[in-house]
Nanobody, 128 residues
């Protein structure tokens, strides 16, 4: 079992920056896969960023690539999400998630599956 607790978020104007943090109940190098996801009412949950914590490998969807950065702090057992150049369409509830699995494709480890453990979420609101 992995417990996750998000912090950060809030309200910002378009073009601004925000940072989110997620504290895990286990050393994150033992968790393997962690990530950030977001959801707005009436819409499906969508990827924001994923990280393979053992190898510090990251993945981003095109909509946030170049604006958002996921990072890990092994000493604090946390991952963070730095969000720059925020847009009104980034407004959502942001969730931290984790899974102790990772997938090997013969050449590299991946975290491209539905995660098992989820935090409570933190709201991000971007006004125009």
């Amino acid at each position: 079992q992995v417990q996750l607790a998000e912090s950060g978020g809030g309200s910002v104007q378009a073009g601004g920056t925000l940072g989110l943090s997620c504290a895990a109940s286990l050393p994150i190098w033992r968790i393997n896969c962690m990530g950030w996801f977001r959801q707005t009412p009436g819409k499906e949950r969508e990827d924001v960023a994923r990280i393979y914590t053992v190898g510090n490998v990251t993945w981003y969807p095109d909509g946030v690539k170049g604006r958002f950065t996921i990072s890990q702090d092994n000493a604090k057992n946390t991952i963070s999400l730095q969000m720059n150049d925020l847009k009104p369409e980034d407004t959502a509830m942001y969730y931290c998630a984790a899974d102790r699995r990772a997938e090997w494709d013969g050449r590299a480890w991946h975290c491209s599956f539905d995660f098992t453990f989820w935090g409570q979420g933190t709201q991000v609101t971007v006004s125009s």
